[in-house]
């Protein structure tokens, strides 16, 4: 599995990384631009990601954006809303209102409160069949 971390915390990202480093091959990104950028790289190479685990408050570019402009690069390629990439997202808000909202606006397949178990990241990969089985 090739997987995409973004988050502006580098702790966050490395301790995410930590968490999967014997389940996938990990680049990082640190905002949403450089995630967009990544993620296009990997399209136009045709090796692409499978899994994005984006954080949603970042600088330069949110999450929220990030996974707008991803979807709409994903349709420019004729990438079908049911074949498109996997996105987890990350944040620390966590109201009911929140969650819908990263939901639609990032079209996630899932979204984890902050800070994340890794016990937790398992159990959701598993869900969404990227793994066979918690680890």
């Given at each position: 599995?090739r997987?995409l971390?973004?988050?502006?915390?580098?702790?966050g990202?490395?301790?995410?990384?930590?968490?999967?480093?014997?389940?996938?091959s990990?680049?990082?990104?640190?905002?949403?631009?450089e995630a967009?950028?990544?993620?296009t790289?990997?399209?136009?190479?045709?090796?692409?990601?499978?899994?994005?685990?984006?954080?949603?408050?970042?600088?330069?570019?949110?999450?929220h954006e990030?996974?707008?402009?991803?979807?709409?690069?994903?349709q420019?390629?004729?990438?079908?809303p049911?074949?498109?990439?996997n996105?987890?997202v990350?944040?620390?808000?966590n109201t009911?209102?929140?969650?819908?909202?990263?939901?639609?606006?990032a079209?996630?397949a899932a979204h984890?409160?902050?800070?994340?178990?890794?016990?937790?990241l398992l159990?959701?990969?598993?869900?969404l069949?990227l793994i066979?089985?918690?680890?």
């Amino acid at each position: 599995m090739r997987c995409l971390i973004v988050d502006d915390d580098q702790l966050g990202r490395e301790i995410t990384g930590l968490y999967l480093e014997d389940l996938a091959s990990i680049d990082m990104a640190s905002n949403g631009r450089e995630a967009v950028d990544k993620y296009t790289e990997a399209v136009t190479a045709g090796n692409p990601y499978d899994l994005i685990i984006l954080d949603i408050i970042m600088p330069e570019m949110d999450g929220h954006e990030a996974a707008k402009a991803i979807r709409h690069l994903e349709q420019e390629q004729g990438i079908t809303p049911d074949k498109g990439i996997n996105i987890i997202v990350l944040s620390s808000l966590n109201t009911s209102k929140d969650i819908i909202e990263t939901y639609v606006s990032a079209q996630s397949a899932a979204h984890l409160v902050k800070p994340v178990s890794r016990e937790k990241l398992l159990k959701t990969l598993k869900k969404l069949e990227l793994i066979k089985e918690e680890v």
